[in-house]
Protein backbone atom coordinates (compact mmCIF):
# COMPACT_ATOMS: atom_id res chain seq x y z
CA UNK A 1 0.00 0.00 0.00
CA UNK A 2 1.17 3.55 -0.78
CA UNK A 3 0.51 6.29 1.87
CA UNK A 4 -2.24 9.03 0.50
CA UNK A 5 -2.22 11.15 3.19
CA UNK A 6 0.71 12.32 5.58
CA UNK A 7 -0.56 14.33 8.74
CA UNK A 8 1.50 16.44 10.76
CA UNK A 9 0.13 15.81 14.49
CA UNK A 10 2.95 18.22 16.34
CA UNK A 11 6.59 18.65 16.06
CA UNK A 12 7.94 15.55 16.93
CA UNK A 13 5.04 13.49 15.33
CA UNK A 14 3.90 12.44 11.81
CA UNK A 15 0.97 10.26 11.34
CA UNK A 16 0.95 8.37 7.94
CA UNK A 17 -2.68 6.94 6.58
CA UNK A 18 -2.14 4.30 4.39
CA UNK A 19 -5.24 3.61 1.70
CA UNK A 20 -5.39 0.83 -1.17
CA UNK A 21 -5.64 2.25 -4.71
CA UNK A 22 -8.93 3.71 -5.78
CA UNK A 23 -10.59 1.15 -8.32
CA UNK A 24 -13.37 2.81 -9.61
CA UNK A 25 -14.26 -0.27 -11.99
CA UNK A 26 -13.69 -2.43 -9.32
CA UNK A 27 -16.22 -0.30 -7.18
CA UNK A 28 -18.85 -0.16 -9.79
CA UNK A 29 -18.66 -3.52 -10.52
CA UNK A 30 -18.93 -5.07 -6.79
CA UNK A 31 -21.97 -2.54 -6.18
CA UNK A 32 -23.36 -3.87 -9.42
CA UNK A 33 -23.06 -7.29 -7.95
CA UNK A 34 -24.91 -6.22 -5.09
CA UNK A 35 -27.85 -4.80 -7.04
CA UNK A 36 -28.21 -8.48 -8.95
CA UNK A 37 -28.34 -10.23 -5.99
CA UNK A 38 -31.18 -7.89 -4.41
CA UNK A 39 -33.20 -8.06 -8.15
CA UNK A 40 -33.17 -11.92 -8.07
CA UNK A 41 -33.97 -12.50 -4.53
CA UNK A 42 -36.89 -9.89 -5.35
CA UNK A 43 -38.23 -12.39 -7.09
CA UNK A 44 -38.59 -16.22 -6.07
CA UNK A 45 -36.27 -17.01 -2.85
CA UNK A 46 -33.11 -17.93 -4.52
CA UNK A 47 -29.91 -20.34 -3.26
CA UNK A 48 -26.09 -19.59 -3.69
CA UNK A 49 -25.76 -22.61 -6.20
CA UNK A 50 -28.60 -20.59 -8.53
CA UNK A 51 -27.07 -16.97 -7.64
CA UNK A 52 -23.21 -18.76 -9.01
CA UNK A 53 -24.89 -19.86 -11.78
CA UNK A 54 -26.43 -17.09 -12.74
CA UNK A 55 -23.87 -14.21 -11.91
CA UNK A 56 -21.73 -16.37 -14.39
CA UNK A 57 -23.99 -16.51 -17.05
CA UNK A 58 -23.34 -12.51 -16.90
CA UNK A 59 -19.93 -12.50 -16.54
CA UNK A 60 -19.10 -12.20 -13.24
CA UNK A 61 -16.90 -14.26 -11.61
CA UNK A 62 -17.69 -15.14 -8.28
CA UNK A 63 -16.75 -17.89 -5.76
CA UNK A 64 -18.40 -19.03 -2.84
CA UNK A 65 -15.62 -17.54 -0.60
CA UNK A 66 -17.30 -14.15 -1.91
CA UNK A 67 -20.30 -14.93 -2.18
CA UNK A 68 -22.03 -16.36 0.68
CA UNK A 69 -20.07 -13.42 3.25
CA UNK A 70 -21.44 -11.37 0.66
CA UNK A 71 -25.13 -12.77 1.67
CA UNK A 72 -24.52 -12.79 4.87
CA UNK A 73 -23.08 -9.28 4.99
CA UNK A 74 -26.03 -8.16 3.43
CA UNK A 75 -29.07 -10.45 5.55
CA UNK A 76 -27.06 -8.63 8.71
CA UNK A 77 -27.73 -5.17 6.94
CA UNK A 78 -31.27 -6.15 6.28
CA UNK A 79 -31.08 -6.47 3.31
CA UNK A 80 -32.11 -10.31 2.73
CA UNK A 81 -34.26 -12.58 4.45
CA UNK A 82 -33.52 -16.38 4.63
CA UNK A 83 -34.74 -19.92 5.66
CA UNK A 84 -32.95 -23.32 5.69
CA UNK A 85 -34.73 -25.94 3.91
CA UNK A 86 -33.71 -29.74 3.15
CA UNK A 87 -33.72 -30.45 -0.59
CA UNK A 88 -32.71 -33.87 -2.15
CA UNK A 89 -31.30 -34.56 1.75
CA UNK A 90 -29.57 -31.84 1.42
CA UNK A 91 -29.73 -28.89 3.52
CA UNK A 92 -30.23 -24.86 1.65
CA UNK A 93 -30.58 -20.85 2.52
CA UNK A 94 -32.79 -19.62 0.56
CA UNK A 95 -32.35 -15.64 0.11
CA UNK A 96 -35.28 -13.23 -0.62
CA UNK A 97 -35.13 -9.39 -0.53
CA UNK A 98 -36.72 -7.54 2.54
CA UNK A 99 -39.15 -4.66 2.27
CA UNK A 100 -35.80 -2.64 2.98
CA UNK A 101 -34.19 -4.54 0.45
CA UNK A 102 -36.86 -3.96 -2.11
CA UNK A 103 -36.41 0.30 -1.27
CA UNK A 104 -32.94 0.08 -1.66
CA UNK A 105 -32.59 -1.47 -5.13
CA UNK A 106 -35.94 1.09 -6.16
CA UNK A 107 -33.82 3.76 -5.20
CA UNK A 108 -30.62 2.42 -6.80
CA UNK A 109 -32.40 1.82 -9.84
CA UNK A 110 -33.30 5.76 -9.44
CA UNK A 111 -29.78 6.62 -9.43
CA UNK A 112 -28.72 4.28 -12.27
CA UNK A 113 -31.75 5.38 -14.39
CA UNK A 114 -30.25 8.95 -13.96
CA UNK A 115 -26.76 8.18 -14.31
CA UNK A 116 -27.12 6.14 -17.80
CA UNK A 117 -29.02 9.43 -18.97
CA UNK A 118 -26.08 11.94 -18.01
CA UNK A 119 -23.19 9.77 -19.00
CA UNK A 120 -24.71 8.07 -22.11
Known amino acids: ??????????????EVRYREPMDVVRDFKNGALRLRVLQYAAGDEVHGAWLTAELTNHGYR????????????MQEAGLLKSRGEIADGRRVRLYRTTKRGKKVLADCRDVLTGLVAEVA
Open 1 to 14: MLPTQIAKKSDSDI
Open 62 to 73: VSPGTLYPLLHR
